[in-house]
């Protein structure tokens, strides 16, 4: 799709990757995402945003029972954990990732997800 877009004269890209994002990664979901993110760089766009989000909080119409369960442990432990463990509200991420395909900085740029979680008094 990426691809696509740039052939059409896109010039800028913004992509919802993931916490931990590496195309040498042991785990599967987060090499893959790497290897997305890799590929992307040579695309060609004049503004690349990657959003790295740990995990993203929000209801989900199925149910995922590990999801499920890590949310509520991090939910709990929340003030206890750095800022770029935290879970990260879905329409922080929807707004980020408007944005920047919106303003199209030149560049890439790598958002954690730390960088969404303002930090506390």
Not at 44 to 64: C, D, M
């Amino acid at each position: 799709m990426a691809q696509l877009a740039r052939q059409h004269g896109a010039r800028s890209f913004a992509l919802d990757s993931a916490t931990g994002a590496d195309p040498r990664s042991p785990f599967f979901y987060n090499r893959v995402k790497g290897e997305v993110e890799e590929a992307l760089r040579g695309v060609g766009f004049q503004s690349l945003t990657i959003v790295r989000p740990a995990l993203i909080g929000g209801e989900r119409e199925e149910f995922r029972p590990v999801e499920f369960v890590a949310m509520r442990i991090l939910r709990l432990a929340e003030p206890l954990l750095p800022r770029r463990y935290r879970i990260v509200p879905y329409e922080q991420i929807a707004r980020t990732l408007l944005e920047a395909a919106i303003t199209a900085s030149p560049g890439r740029h790598i958002i954690g997800s730390g960088a969404f979680i303002k930090a506390t008094a």
